[in-house]
Structures are given as structure tokens and as C-alpha cells.
């Protein structure tokens, strides 16, 4: 088998269990995109295979917040394998840097390839899609659908914004839809746009039956 294809097994094996927005199905649908994206890029595919493969084996959500075990493990499968030790370090450093978390501080590192990847898992964070996994995480932590009172909020710094247990609708205006807009690549950029109109028609609607008008 390849290096690719080892990841692949892996991946399923280690993410069987995932919550169902950040499990194998998500990474099997940032893989296409990050591969359909590509095609118009001058990357290293090889990187953008296996980053994205390995972006979220093992999210520091449902690790207690740890940032490193995810890199950690990417990193140790990956040297298992016998991957090129330059394309390992490339590949943990985008799985480092590539959430959107990160972009409440300076950037730490940067590549054609992470803005593909990070494109990639953006797209899955909108549209058709990126609602129902919005809701589907909302609904893991308990949370509120929505609450008139509860406004949204432009948090300063990585910490608030890892903490809130704010109404899941306020995740549209704190996240999902700054991304159209937040796109790397011209491929990306034109996919966010249907998936962009897609949640703002999605939220008039929701809004209207809220209130009971429709």
C-alpha cells in the first residue's frame, strides 16, 4: 500500500467512534475537497493528502484541549510508516496551524499547501453540511439552539472562543460565515459562495418559523 493509503486505513480505524461531525466522513470529505482544490494549485499533493487525512486525529476538543496530541500522533504514524522526515514536519506543521483558532494570533507558519488544506476543511464547515454538523456538535454538548438574549460575540482571544457555550445559531455569526470570506484559493473561493448563500437562506428561514410566521 501507499503512505496514502496506510493514512486511510488509519484513519478509519482510529476515528470508528468520532462524533459524527469530526469523524471519518468529515475527513474523507476534506480529503476531496483538498484534492479537487489541487488541481489548480502548484502543490505537493503527497502533503495535502496526508494533512488532510490527518487534520483531526485526534481534535483537541475531545481531548480537554490539548493542542498537541493531534500533531503528536500524526507525527508518530507517519515516521512509522516511513515517510520523509521534511515531509512530516510539513505535514504536522499545517495540523499545527491550519484551525480557525489560529487566526486569533500572529501566524506561526504558512504554505500553499496549509491554505489548500485549510480551504478544504473550511468548505465542510458550510453550506448543506456545515449546518448539519454545526448542529449535530451543538446537540454532543447540550447546547441551545438558539436564544433571543444570547447575542452573538466577536471574541478577542482563543480561549473565550474554545470556552463558549453560547446558543449553536450564534456559531453562523461567531464562525461559518466570516469563511467565504476567509478563503485562500480561487477553487475555494468560488465553492464557499453557493455554500455561503446556502446558510444565509437557512437562517431566514429559521428565523421566520422561529416566530411563527412561515
Known amino acids: 500500500m ?5 493514512t486511510e486505513f488509519f484513519v478509519k480505524q ?4 468520532a462524533e459524527g461531525g469530526h469523524d471519518w466522513w468529515h475527513i474523507y470529505r476534506v480529503w476531496q475537497n483538498a484534492k479537487t482544490i489541487s488541481r489548480a494549485e502548484n502543490v505537493d499533493i503527497l502533503v495535502v493528502e496526508l494533512a488532510a487525512l490527518l487534520h483531526d486525529i485526534a481534535d483537541s476538543k475531545f481531548y480537554g484541549g490539548d493542542e498537541n496530541i493531534g500533531p503528536n500522533k500524526a507525527h508518530q504514524f507517519l515516521s512509522e510508516i516511513g515517510v520523509p522526515l521534511d515531509v512530516i514536519v510539513h ?5 499545527k496551524h491550519m484551525s480557525f483558532k489560529q487566526t486569533f494570533g500572529e501566524a506561526g507558519f504558512s504554505s500553499q499547501e496549509m491554505r489548500v488544506v485549510q480551504d478544504a476543511d473550511r468548505l465542510d464547515a458550510i453550506g448543506a453540511i456545515g449546518i448539519a454538523r ?7 454538548k447540550n447546547r441551545l439552539i438558539f436564544h433571543p438574549d444570547i447575542k ?7 480561549a473565550s472562543y474554545k470556552n463558549t457555550t453560547a446558543p449553536t445559531i450564534n456559531h453562523f455569526y461567531e464562525k ?5 470570506d476567509a478563503m485562500h484559493t480561487s477553487t475555494g473561493k468560488q465553492l464557499a459562495e453557493n455554500r455561503h448563500a446556502f446558510m444565509e437562506q437557512f ?12
Open 2 to 6: 501507499s503512505w496514502t493509503e496506510k
Open 14 to 17: 482510529e476515528l470508528q467512534n
Open 91 to 95: 505535514v504536522v506543521n499545517i495540523i
Open 134 to 140: 454545526t448542529f449535530n456538535y451543538g446537540g454532543f
Open 152 to 158: 452573538p460575540q466577536n471574541y478577542a482571544d482563543v
Open 176 to 180: 461559518l460565515l466570516l469563511l467565504k
Open 203 to 214: 437562517l431566514a428561514q429559521f428565523y421566520k418559523e422561529w416566530e411563527g410566521t412561515s
